[in-house]
């Protein structure tokens, strides 16, 4: 704006003539200058002055907008934007319609919790046509454990929508759909993703899964500055690269403990485990495995836990979505939720991650 031409403001053509002669061609020309200097330049008085540098800036300027105006944008671009559903009903209404495109969401929690279970449900749902509620696209897989299973998601599929599976061929076309890597190194993943770009245009991919980012970083050594700055460059390609093609790019996490003495290093920490002998040393805490700068960096995160007898999927991070917990359970059709309604959350604990009833810790140094 600060280059708009002087001669298009609509000022009166007495002034706009002045200007121009004096070779003062853009608004950056004249709001350079003092009042003074343009009442020296142009030869004009103060109160012509002052009505003109007032009508450019005003043109130039930015409009003002309320936080409510903002936010109304915001969630107005989310909606437009679109979202894969999960087809569990109230975390689909919690979530506005499901896992959004053109952002990371991270699903965090302990080994065995359903993070996977989640995954390949997704990766279903992305494959799955139209008429049937899917994106009808094809499916990038990272498998960095080896958990993919074939018959699993088969499995899944079959108890989900027998409509669909017992069309002679589509599961087949269906697994056709979704292609499955298996870095065997940080290395080999980085070079995965940089020929991902053009496959997700090239191959009609709708939807990137990554499961999982804290297996990779965990088995790299080197000093912790230099792995964060490694994890620093992933996050940051994953989240251009959601916003470049649209889709919804799902990265699991793992939780780690964290001993007494170590001290607090972000909010994502988990309640104290010495209540539950399956848990980490009475001292130590779970915390998500891949540390505060890769917190910030995701838009929605979900935490997978186990508390009182029950699991639960937690939204805990979302700039839109209400802090809330659904308990779930996991069948042959994959995760299934116990009630639509979900429970409020209040304070810290939408935060906090139980492990109660599951060893899935990750041990490795926080490198922040």
Not at 94 to 100: D, K, T, W
Not at 204 to 218: F, G, H, P, R, Y
Not at 237 to 243: H, I, N, R
Not at 245 to 272: A, C, H, K, L, M
Request: aromatic share 6%; hydrophobic share 45%.
């Amino acid at each position: 704006m600060a280059n708009k031409l002087i001669s298009q403001m609509g000022l009166p053509k007495s002034i706009a003539n002045i200007f121009a002669a004096r070779n003062i061609i853009t608004a950056k020309d004249a709001l350079s200058l003092t009042e003074l200097e343009l009442m020296e330049l142009l030869d004009v008085g103060l109160a012509e002055v002052t009505n003109a540098v007032t009508h450019i800036s005003e043109i130039v300027s930015p409009p003002y907008q309320t936080v409510l105006s903002l936010l109304e944008q915001r969630v107005q671009n989310e909606y437009l934007a679109g979202h894969l559903p999960t087809q569990l009903k109230g975390l689909d209404a919690a979530l506005f319609g499901g896992i959004p495109f053109g952002v990371v969401t991270e699903l965090v929690g302990p080994a065995g919790i359903g993070k996977t279970q989640f995954c390949l449900k997704l990766a279903l749902l992305a494959s799955l046509p139209f008429t049937y509620g899917g994106l009808n696209g094809h499916v990038i897989y990272i498998d960095t454990e080896s958990k993919f299973s074939s018959r699993r998601m088969i499995e899944i599929g079959v108890n989900s929508f027998p409509e669909v599976f017992h069309i002679e061929g589509m599961a087949q076309e269906m697994a056709g759909r979704i292609l499955v890597l298996r870095p065997a190194s940080l290395a080999e993943f980085t070079e995965s993703l940089q020929q991902l770009k053009v496959s997700v245009l090239q191959h009609q991919v709708k939807l990137l899964i990554v499961d999982s980012m804290a297996a990779l970083i965990s088995g790299e050594s080197g000093q912790g500055h230099v792995r964060q700055q490694s994890l620093g460059w992933h996050i940051s390609f994953l989240k251009s690269l959601a916003e470049f093609s649209r889709i919804p790019v799902v990265v699991t996490n793992q939780v780690r403990s964290q001993s007494g003495d170590e001290g607090p290093q972000y909010t994502f920490q988990v309640q104290s485990a010495r209540d539950n002998p399956e848990c980490p040393t009475s001292d130590s805490h779970l915390v998500a495995a891949l540390g505060i700068h890769w917190a910030h960096a995701v838009s929605v995160r979900l935490v997978f836990e186990s508390r009182s007898g029950l699991r639960f999927i937690k939204l805990a991070k979302s700039s839109t979505s209400p802090p809330v917990a659904f308990p779930f359970n996991i069948t042959s059709a994959g995760i299934s939720l116990l009630n639509d309604e979900g429970m409020e959350i209040k304070g810290p604990e939408i935060t906090t991650i139980h492990c109660q009833g599951h060893v899935g810790i990750l041990n490795f140094v926080n490198d922040e």
